[in-house]
């Protein structure tokens, strides 16, 4: 237990795929977050410099062997061999500095360590490195974790009304071809498109909402300076890639650096996609939310192996909403001791990734208001047009 509590967590048991789509209970929870909290050991809490490097140290050692092998022996292999050898590398490049993405993604939180300036640092080195611009993301963020599932006020993935869909809406959601362009451009395109125009972000209406832009309406007076040094992070790995490639060639460039990284964008948006996507899960309006039930409203998935690759950030997202500023490593410890508490609150699908993506691409195209009950600031999402 004082280990840090890597122990697995056992998903809530599941009869059924019905149960696993069962709605989750909209009403307040007849628990609070102190309760929460007090069943979650202490050490829980605690942040470790040395292990939250550790970790990062990790991530950076492998995708630096990575690179290593690939610009030193791929072009020693026999030809036909190197048509296997740069997909693995890109794969498993991807995947590693996912890895980082998160931890970077933990400083933001303040969960890296206990001083701020060390985890805005890392985590500015280390999203600049990914082309993310840090505090942009971080303050955008933290709108998402005090708003989840509002349909007002929540950052991403806020979900349409069926009288938003567009008429086109019908085509690409009703049929398989329509809904493999969606799934294809929302999973190449889909995170550049949110920071650059806040696609499936919430609306703003007083000004272009883009990450890039320090005088955004994403962000207040006291906040405009830091999207100048996101941005400054953010173009200083542009030039350096620049000089990489007339160095190196554009060809290297892209293979060694832009293939993994765009898959790097496709895991976030996956992942993303489904912790916030389920057909069980609730939506408010403002008559009807408030700050637990919405962060009740996500959902832990089963990755396999690559959830120790992304640091649990699949498996332990619910207790990352509850407490994001603990530590990932202590996160799965967490879950398992607020599940006994949560109760019926807990969502839990071991559904493959694949398949639950493309379940949830059919059937959760839009939200409307809750038929089953009078509850109707509660939205539950819905597919047919």
Same mark, same amino acid.
């Given at each position: 237990?004082? #280990? ?43 942040? $470790? ?13 492998? $995708? ?221 309006? $403002? ?16 990755? &396999? ?37 949560? #109760? ?28 089953? &009950? ?12």
């Amino acid at each position: 237990m004082g #280990g840090g509590g890597r122990m697995q967590v056992t998903p809530t048991p599941k009869n059924s795929e019905t149960n696993t789509l069962k709605r989750v209970p909209c009403e307040t929870p007849p628990f609070t977050l102190g309760d929460l909290k007090k069943a979650i050991p202490p050490h829980c809490f605690k942040r $470790s410099i040395p292990r939250s490097f550790s970790y990062l140290l990790c991530d950076i050692i492998i $995708s630096s062997c990575l690179y290593y092998l690939s610009t030193t022996y791929f072009s020693l292999l026999p030809h036909p061999l190197s048509y296997f050898a740069w997909p693995l590398y890109w794969v498993s490049q991807g995947c590693v500095l996912t890895g980082v993405w998160v931890i970077a993604h933990e400083c933001g939180h303040h969960a890296f360590s206990d001083y701020q300036w060390l985890d805005d640092t890392v985590g500015l080195i280390s999203h600049s490195f990914l082309l993310v611009p840090y505090f942009s993301w971080k303050y955008s963020h933290r709108r998402h974790h005090s708003n989840t599932a509002s349909l007002e006020r929540d950052e991403v993935f806020v979900p349409k009304k069926k009288s938003d869909i567009k008429w086109y809406g019908k085509y690409l959601n009703n049929n398989p071809l329509g809904r493999t362009v969606m799934l294809t451009v929302q999973f190449t395109l889909g995170w550049p498109l949110y920071l650059a125009f806040n696609v499936s972000g919430r609306p703003y209406y007083n000004g272009f909402a883009c990450h890039f832009h320090p005088n955004a309406p994403i962000y207040n007076d006291r906040e405009r300076l830091q999207i100048y040094i996101s941005d400054a992070g953010v173009l200083s790995v542009c030039y350096a890639l620049y000089r990489y490639a007339a160095s190196q060639g554009v060809a290297s460039m892209v293979c060694v650096y832009g293939v993994p990284l765009l898959i790097v964008n496709g895991f976030l948006v996956l992942i993303t996609y489904l912790q916030h996507t389920h057909p069980s899960l609730p939506h408010y309006d $403002s008559s009807e939310w408030d700050w637990l039930r919405g962060a009740l409203a996500t959902v832990d998935r089963d990755y &396999g192996i690559l959830n120790k690759v992304f640091h649990n950030i699949t498996d332990t997202h619910v207790a990352h909403h509850l407490f994001s500023t603990m530590p990932h490593y202590n996160a799965m410890e967490a879950t398992k001791a607020i599940k006994p508490i949560l #109760g019926e609150y807990y969502q839990f699908d071991g559904t493959p990734v694949v398949k639950a993506m493309w379940r949830e691409a059919k059937e959760c195209i839009y939200v409307e208001p809750d038929r089953q &009950g009078d509850k109707k600031g509660v939205f539950w999402y819905n597919n047919k047009l």
